[in-house]
């Protein structure tokens, strides 16, 4: 399968916005379970813990779901890489 630059682009993009709706629930998830958290961790900070999960938790999902798209587009050139040496695919 032939990867475009837009197609390679829409991939990572999808990727890290499912990533950010991930990390997203997963911080206010557990920003309602364990609201007393941040006050242990930063006790000298006064943070609303339900918007400062939620926030946090979206941009390291951006940043997850970003590396993991980009880790299938190199998976995918790797193989199709091989598979082109082997002799398994032409080009046309």
Known sequence: ??????????????SSL???VMGGAFGFGSAQIAPDLFTTLFPWIELE????????GAMVGVL??????VFAVMVQLLSDWIAHRKGLI???
């Open 49 to 56: 813990p339900v918007g400062t999960a939620t926030v946090l």
């Open 1 to 14: 399968m032939r990867q475009s630059i837009p197609k390679v682009f829409l991939l990572v993009s999808a």
């Open 64 to 69: 997850l779901g970003g590396a993991l798209g």
């Open 18 to 20: 499912v990533g950010m």
């Open 90 to 92: 032409r080009d046309k």
